[in-house]
Nanobody
C-alpha cells in the first residue's frame, strides 16, 4: 500500500497562515512528483502546486505568490506553506504522488477553512 498522510489543516482567519504536511514512503518520495490538489464544495478537484524530484515547481495562478511547496528528503515529507489565506482557499486539500500517466496516489485529505 502507498500511504500519503496529510496533516496541518484547520480553521484560520483571512490573512492567516497554515502549513500542510504530507508524509510518504522513501520509495515514493525519491522518484515521484509530489503535490497538492484541493476540492471545494460544488467544485471539481484542482491543482494547487506540484514539485518534482528535481525540485521543479508549478502553481495554480490563484495561489502564486501566496503558497510555497517544498520537500524534505530526510523526512520523506512535502509541505505546503499557505500565507495570506482567503475564504476562497477553503477546501479539502489532498496530497498527491504521481509517476507518468498511469500511476497516481492520493491522501485522505485535510480540511482547510478560512473564515472570520
Amino acid at each position: 500500500q502507498v500511504q500519503l498522510v496529510e496533516s496541518g489543516g484547520g480553521l484560520v482567519q483571512p490573512g492567516g497562515s497554515l502549513r500542510l504536511s504530507c508524509a510518504t514512503s522513501r520509495g515514493i518520495f525519491s522518484i515521484y512528483t509530489m503535490g497538492w490538489y484541493r476540492q471545494a464544495p460544488g467544485k471539481q478537484r484542482e491543482l494547487v502546486a506540484l514539485i518534482t524530484r528535481g525540485a521543479v515547481t508549478n502553481y495554480a495562478d490563484s495561489v502564486k505568490g501566496r503558497f510555497t511547496i517544498s520537500r524534505d528528503n530526510a523526512k520523506n515529507t512535502v509541505y505546503l506553506q499557505m500565507n495570506s489565506l482567503k475564504p476562497e482557499d477553503t477546501a479539502v486539500y489532498y496530497c498527491y504522488a504521481g509517476l507518468g500517466l498511469a500511476t497516481n496516489y492520493w491522501g485522505q485529505g485535510t480540511q482547510v477553512t478560512v473564515s472570520s
